[in-house]
T-cell receptor
Framework: DADVTQTPRNRITKTGKRIMLECSQT?????MYWYRQDPGLGLRLIYY???????NKGEISDGYSVSRQAQAKFSLSLESAIPNQTALYFC???????????FGDGTRLSIL | QQQVKQSPQSLIVQKGGISIINCAYE??????FPWYQQFPGKGPALLIA?????SEKKEGRFTISFNKSAKQFSLHIMDSQPGDSATYFC?????????FGAGTTVTVRA
């Protein structure tokens, strides 16, 4: 079983819909992250959480929100999806800062 | 504005050849420099990493060269194999924040 599991793997939806992407991990890491990947831009940080009560905005948080339901679960929501949020979304975890981040296999999101 | 500049965007190499990917940064607060390998349909996976007190690190066919004064680092893939065909991302870390380069797609021709 994967250490970092993302659901769904693929999603197609319409503009204005609310969407939730889910991430769960079995690594026991406190730190969890959400990134989006766009061609030619690498990965950019949306939100990060150091523990259940500590959630912080990343560099591109506008239009997104998150929820850390437990140490192992971190969800990303798009309250009202727009086409330029079409991207690959990755969840990652790490044990501490300056330690390797471990990524899930991503969610491919298309907004029509 | 990307804090880590990566080049080239793509490269093609023959089997057995050397692949070289270069990255540059400006922020001297970065203190950890990982490289990630990504295959289609998969998330990035840590390949090799270096800290700035070391000028070179080698793991198997993969070598990172690090030039602190020039604020540059590079990945060398020796004896490239078709299974190395993937997208490679350099990154730089300051505390929790991972800043990625734009990625290099490497194609190894048999």
């Amino acid at each position: 079983d994967a250490d970092v599991t993302q659901t769904p793997r693929n999603r197609i939806t319409k503009t204005g819909k609310r969407i939730m992407l889910e991430c769960s991990q079995t690594k026991g890491h406190d730190r969890m992250y959400w990134y989006r990947q766009d061609p030619g831009l690498g990965l950019r940080l949306i939100y990060y959480s150091f523990d259940v009560k500590d959630i912080n905005k990343g560099e591109i948080s506008d239009g997104y929100s998150v929820s850390r339901q437990a140490q192992a679960k971190f969800s990303l929501s798009l309250e009202s999806a727009i086409p330029n949020q079409t991207a690959l979304y990755f969840c990652a975890t790490s044990e501490r800062s300056n330690q390797p981040q471990h990524f899930g296999d991503g969610t491919r999101l298309s907004i029509l | 504005q990307q804090q880590v500049k990566q080049s080239p965007q793509s490269l093609i190499v023959q089997k057995g050849g050397i692949s070289i990917i270069n990255c540059a940064y400006e922020n001297t607060a970065f203190d950890y420099f990982p490289w990630y390998q990504q295959f289609p349909g998969k998330g990035p996976a840590l390949l090799i990493a270096i800290r700035p007190d070391v000028s070179e690190k080698k793991e198997g066919r993969f070598t990172i060269s690090f030039n602190k004064s020039a604020k540059q680092f590079s990945l060398h893939i020796m004896d490239s194999q078709p299974g190395d065909s993937a997208t490679y991302f350099c990154a730089a870390v300051n505390d929790y924040k991972l800043s990625f380069g734009a990625g290099t797609t490497v194609t190894v021709r048999a």
